[in-house]
Structures are given as C-alpha cells and as structure tokens.
C-alpha cells in the first residue's frame, strides 16, 4: 500500500485491505478502498492517493493497530484492533468522523474479523480471538452490544471457546451467519442463537476467511 512519502505506520504483517460493497447506482464506488494500520486510511483512487481519517494526521492513531475493517457503504466504515477497540466512521460531504463503540457487556479481546448486516448499516458481527471464553461472536444493533455465541457455555448449540478468525452474514437470509474457527466452519439460522458445526467434508481445520459467493457457494 503506498502512503504517504515518510510516513511510517505501525501495521500488522497482514494488515486489513477492503473495498465498498458493490453498488450498481454508483459504480464509481468501487475505487474506494480502505487499509489499517494504526490509523485507518482511504483512497478514493484505487490506492494512487491515500488519507487517514477523520484528520489527516497522527490525531487519527488508535490505541492499538487494527486487525479487521468492513465498508457498510462508501460513505461508513467499521474498524477494529488488536486491543479489543471498536470504531464507526461516518462521511458527511468531505469530512470523516469517528465514534468509538466497544462498551460492556463485550468481552476485551483482538476483533479479528467484522461482518456488516446486509439489511442494516447499524448492525454488525464480530469475532474475536483468543480463548478463555465461548462467547466470540457478538452483536452490535447500532447502540448496544449482545453476545450471539448460543445460551451457555458448554451447550450443544453454543460455540466451542476456540479461536475465531471470520464470520459472513447471509445477504439472502440475515439470520444466517457463518463463522469461521480454529476448528472449522460454524452456522447459525437464528442470529448467533443457536450454533451447529457446518463441516460436509471439511476436516478440523482452522478456517482463516470466508466468503459467501453470489452463486450460493461458501468460500
């Protein structure tokens, strides 16, 4: 990603690179694409021209480097870090701002993956890494979080409390959600109530990204 001349920026070694969702009315915003260091930057040029928001400057630092970014649309996008922080940032005209939105319950730990509800740009899922705790998948409906890991620990529909790196929300069915783990594929059909294993085939593997194909295929 080629920022500014001088400027070095502590990112992760695999650093978050994302673009807008497909938006047919627009096409122009495919050339959006956003990158996470320790400040999230957007280019509106497909990466010839990069600036970091909301300021433009070392202002724009967050606590800890991010480790997952999702456009809801080119004008809001959601980061996360490592240190367990979580941001909205919104664009009125040319101005970015920014809102912190991690807040108990939601558990401290790296944000390894965010999927922005298809339905509504309020609403996200998170995963998070780490171990000590089943819940690892959370909800944000825009003012306030929930755990979506199933009922209890130990339950035969709650997730198992492995590392979790990716999670997709069915734009079809947004009940649907897929999370990817230390240890295979999950699914849920209620919102991250309920979880099953959703393996046909696949062995105990871990499972680092994922995407839902228009044709109805997970990748």
Do not use: M
């Amino acid at each position: 990603v080629g920022l500014p001349v001088g400027h070095r920026d502590n990112a992760l070694f695999y650093a978050p690179l994302v673009g807008t969702p497909r938006n047919t009315t627009a096409p122009a915003e495919a050339d959006i694409v956003a990158f996470g260091g320790q400040r999230p930057w957007v280019s509106t040029d497909f990466g010839d021209h990069w600036e970091s928001i909301p300021n433009n400057s070392s202002a724009d630092d967050l606590p800890s480097a991010i480790l997952s970014l999702a456009f809801a649309t080119a004008t809001r996008l959601y980061a996360a870090t490592t240190g367990g922080q979580s941001y909205r940032f919104d664009k009125s005209g040319a101005t970015w701002s920014s809102i912190r939105i991690d807040a108990s319950p939601l558990l401290v730990g790296p944000v390894t993956d965010i999927a922005v509800d298809p339905s509504d740009s309020n609403s996200i899922y998170i995963t998070l890494g780490g171990t000590g705790d089943y819940r690892h998948v959370w909800h944000f409906d825009g003012t306030q979080w929930q755990q979506r890991s199933g009922p209890v620990a130990g339950s035969a529909s709650s997730l198992l409390d492995v590392q979790y790196n990716a999670i997709v929300v069915d734009p079809s069915h947004t009940n649907h959600l897929y999370a990817g783990a230390d240890i295979g594929v999950w699914f849920s059909t209620d919102g991250g109530a309920n979880w099953s294993t959703f393996s046909n085939g696949l062995p105990d593997a871990a499972v680092l990204d994922l995407k839902l194909h228009n044709i109805r295929r997970l990748l």
